[in-house]
């Protein structure tokens, strides 16, 4: 069946560079037939080594770059070629941003025939050191405790002093958190053989308070030395709020488990989004770029187009984060979302901000939207910021039975974004523009913010 391949396995050929995958692989096509190479960018011509053939597709590796990219530029971090943790690093920012707006108009054509106007992406003016979470995953050499990041494709753990893209605090209390377990005999999980302590240590930063929150998460209902590790972690970590003690005894990549206390300090850490403070506990979900949260936040109020009349729908609402902009341009909100800390935080932080006109649920979108709708509620406007997923049907069909005005649709997944358009559009909206959000610099994720109206 090979024969019929327009390459075979070890060849070696010229090609020119078409696209680029969603993992930072280029593409080459010959006679139609897609290669993936590692590291090739857009327009480049190469030389390349066949290395795999499969019926539809095969991947190959780069022997010599014959013609660059203006946009190619060397990687700053000395671990991006072992790290999975960004992906574009070789791109230059404007090349990565004009990429993502390719790969945004790209996707909605191809899957969802939406034909609309599709905005440049709004990038950041600097963009590294932007998260304000770090989770490492944890291991062992030589006896002390190492964490870092899994190797491409595996899940070996490498150790890890700093990563670009993370706030520089959260890698000094990655480093000092590690040092401080190593010192009092904590060991690290062993995924093999389900034995060990520590599996892995989160970070949580306030960008605007500067509070931070650490996660401990063990396998093991106690952390051997707890007392002696908290009090030392307290001593050496500045504007720790809380230190928190996730257990996860399950063999499994899911990162925290069911149980969770407060080792010391606070349930929450707060922060600021704009003139708005929340409150959020280690199980919350809250976005990992404050300065584009900001963007993101501005643009989906701005779709929303709020007079202060409107009823408003946010569904998978988090920690109430949006919901709380759109109450203070709209008359009613119902925010909705599956866990419960999460909507815990919501309640408490229309509170912290003497916001009255929201009311919040716990559930599944689905299932609590759909009884809300036929318990008699409408919206004007339905906002919805799904996991990368994207909508399930049930809501989809929901919304198109209740037809709020506006639709203003958050995504992480460029991909379910096309395919729900189609749905809500076959039902009557139109998707009147796209903007695309550069919310993971370096990393080939994009977010972005659709607006339709009902025609
Ligand atoms: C991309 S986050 C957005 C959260 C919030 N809008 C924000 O910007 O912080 C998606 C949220 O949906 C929640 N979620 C996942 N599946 C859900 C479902 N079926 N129903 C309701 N919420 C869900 C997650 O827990 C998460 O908080």
């Known amino acids: 069946m ?40 857009p327009g480049e011509k190469a030389t390349v080594k066949v290395i ?38 070789h791109l230059s920012y404007e090349g990565q941003l004009k990429m993502k707006h390719k790969h945004v108009m790209d996707v909605l054509e191809r899957i969802g025939k939406i034909n609309t106007t599709v905005h440049p992406t709004l990038g950041m003016e600097d963009p590294w050191r932007y998260r304000n979470k770090s989770q490492v995953p944890i291991g062992e050499q030589e006896g002390g405790l190492i964490g870092g990041f899994y190797q491409q494709r595996s899940h070996q753990i490498i150790n890890m002093e700093q990563c670009l893209i993370q706030q520089e605090e959260n890698d000094y209390v990655v480093n000092t958190v590690k040092d401080i377990c190593s010192k009092y005999g904590v060991r690290a999980y062993d995924e ?56 996860n005894n ?85 925010g909705v979302e599956i866990v419960p800390q999460a909507i815990e935080d919501a309640r408490k932080n229309a509170l912290i901000n003497d916001i009255h006109n929201v009311e919040f649920a716990v559930g599944e979108a689905e299932v609590v939207i759909p009884n809300w709708y036929k318990a008699g509620n409408e919206a004007d406007v339905l906002v919805v910021d799904p996991p990368r997923k994207g909508c399930d049907e049930a809501l989809l069909q929901t919304i198109l039975d209740m037809k709020p005005r506006k639709v203003v649709y958050v995504s992480c997944n460029p991909a379910t974004l096309a395919r729900d358009l189609r749905v809500l559009e076959d039902g009557g909206y139109k998707t009147e523009e796209v903007q695309p959000v550069d919310m993971f610099p370096q990393t080939t994720h994009v977010e972005a913010v659709a607006r339709l109206s009902l025609v």
């Open 192 to 247: 093999a053989r389900h034995k060990g302590d520590l599996r892995h240590i989160m970070v949580r930063r306030g960008a605007i308070t500067k509070e931070v929150m650490i996660v401990l998460i063990t396998r093991t209902q106690d952390i051997p030395n707890r007392k002696a590790i908290v009090d030392e972690i307290v001593e050496k970590v500045p504007n720790i709020k809380s230190i928190i003690h996730n257990v």
């Open 2 to 41: 090979s024969k019929t391949l327009p390459v075979q396995k070890n060849d070696i050929i010229d090609i020119i560079f078409e696209d680029l995958t969603h993992e930072g692989s280029g593409v080459a096509k010959v006679d139609g037939y897609p290669l993936f190479i590692p590291n090739g960018l």
């Open 250 to 334: 399950k063999k499994t990549n899911v990162i925290m488990g069911e149980i969770t206390r407060v080792l010391w300090g606070e349930e929450t850490i707060t922060d600021y989004i704009g003139d708005v403070k929340f409150a959020i506990s280690a199980r919350s979900f809250y976005q990992v770029n404050p300065e584009q949260t900001k963007v993101l936040y501005e643009k989906a109020l701005e779709y929303a187009d709020l007079n202060g009349e409107e009823k408003v729908i946010d569904a998978y609402c988090g920690i109430g984060t949006i919901s709380l902009f759109l109450a203070k341009k709209a008359r009613q909100v119902f």
């Open 52 to 89: 795999k053939t499969n019926k539809n597709y095969g991947f190959g590796r780069l022997v010599e770059i014959k013609e660059r990219s203006p946009y190619r530029v060397e990687a700053p971090c000395l671990i991006y070629k072992e790290c999975g943790g960004c992906q574009l690093q």
